[in-house]
């Protein structure tokens, strides 16, 4: 782990250099192969992750130190191409415009087009060469959008609001269908109840964001350090509030200071992030 | 394409207000539209197979779960859920608009 302490700021207030940086870093992992790797160890969890059995990334208490340590572990090998970058974070509850940042040609580049739903435009476009799909549940070797569907909308402020009044980590059986009126964790990943932080983003993006490949859209770590970004919150507002359960699961959920595979690192060794990062 | 059955019908109106109805990924209980035996029918011009626990779409296997509240996510849809396997295979025809599923573990 890179040593210097990093900020992760808001996508919309970084300067064009520190957009360019960002941007060539995410390429320079795609050319070196290493970016699908974290598509893989992703969709391995989640074609794995079930309620009622062995659950670790997803519907699982430790969906947030999982993504937690899945966000420190690509933003370690962002800084092996550039030590300067930090990831940002999309806070969708202010940028809701499906035109400005993220979705601008220097960032993410903006929907799909009409038919195939191909992005065509900015650094992960089919065209330019340089962001070939090939780790996805379908056979389309390109990003694909198709944002903001009828039935889909963004969280609110309203929405974060109530999730981070919920005082109580997490509520048995600790998984998908745990109480969404008392499971802050569940509330904000979003199995059950229409608070649902984390779930619903993923298909009102559309397209590789809402299949079982969603890093192969660079949008989902703007997402998830957004969801890191609230969850730290929470852990500020809530600092007596510990992980449960404490034991885990034996078998199907990490405990408190039991490792989250595929990693040795445990739930307790990221529930403070000050050692690596701070939120502007 | 083969006479749809009561229960076909039954799942195609579930599809039909999927887009409002499962959103939030809360579901309604899945029995009532479950199949009991493998059906297929032609959706949009794919051939999907289903059964109560698993379904393909022009032969190849969709992979999906079932959660604990009873309802179905696929590959192609993962962050909702459905109420059934039949209902998760018409949804992901309409996602991969026409590409093919991959077959076996594409993520390992």
């Not at chain 1, 957009?19 to 992703?42: E, M, N, P, Q, S």
């Amino acid at each position: 782990m890179v040593a210097v302490m990093g900020v992760r700021r808001n996508i919309t207030a970084l300067t064009a250099a520190q957009r360019a940086a960002f941007v060539k870093a995410i390429l320079t992992l795609k050319a070196r192969g290493t970016y699908d790797t974290y598509v893989k160890l992703h969709a391995d969890r989640i074609n794995t992750d079930v309620d009622g059995g062995v659950r670790i990334g997803h519907r699982s208490p430790s969906f947030f130190p999982w993504h937690r340590k899945f966000l420190l572990s690509f933003e370690a090998d962002l800084k092996t191409v550039d030590p300067s970058v930090d990831l940002p974070y999309w806070d969708w509850t202010t940028a809701r415009s499906l035109t400005a940042a993220p979705w601008t040609a220097d960032l993410m580049g903006g929907n799909g087009r009409t038919g195939d739903l191909m992005v065509t435009t900015g650094p992960f476009a089919y065209s330019t060469g340089k962001w070939p799909v090939t780790v996805a549940p379908d056979g389309r070797p390109y990003l694909w959008r198709q944002m903001a569907t009828p039935g889909w909308t963004l969280p609110t402020s309203t929405d974060v609001g109530q999730v981070q009044a919920m005082g109580t980590y997490d509520t048995a059986p600790y998984d998908g269908t745990s109480n969404p009126g008392a499971s802050m964790r569940n509330a904000a990943e979003g199995c059950l109840g229409t608070l649902n932080l984390h779930n619903r983003v993923h298909p009102w993006v559309g397209g590789s964001m809402a299949t079982a490949g969603a890093p192969n859209d660079p949008v989902f770590w703007l997402h998830h350090c957004q969801l890191d970004r609230l969850f730290s919150q929470w852990q500020t507002r809530w600092p007596n509030s510990p992980y449960l359960p404490q034991a885990g699961v034996p078998g199907m959920l990490p405990g408190w200071n039991q490792p989250m595979a595929p990693w040795s690192t445990t739930p307790q060794q990221v529930w403070s992030h000050s050692q690596w990062y701070t939120y502007a | 394409m083969n006479p749809l059955t009561r229960r076909q019908l039954l799942a195609a109106g579930a599809l039909a207000g999927a887009g409002v109805a499962v959103y939030g990924t809360r579901t309604e209980p899945a029995t009532a539209t479950e199949p009991a035996t493998d059906q297929t029918v032609t959706y949009r011009g794919r051939q999907v197979t289903a059964s109560a626990r698993h379904a393909t779409i022009d032969g190849v296997m969709l992979h999906m779960h079932r959660h604990g509240d009873g309802t179905w996510t696929s590959v192609m849809d993962h962050y909702r859920s459905f109420p059934t396997p039949f209902d998760a295979a018409k949804a992901a025809v309409v996602a991969l608009n026409g590409a093919h599923l991959r077959a076996g573990e594409w993520w390992r």
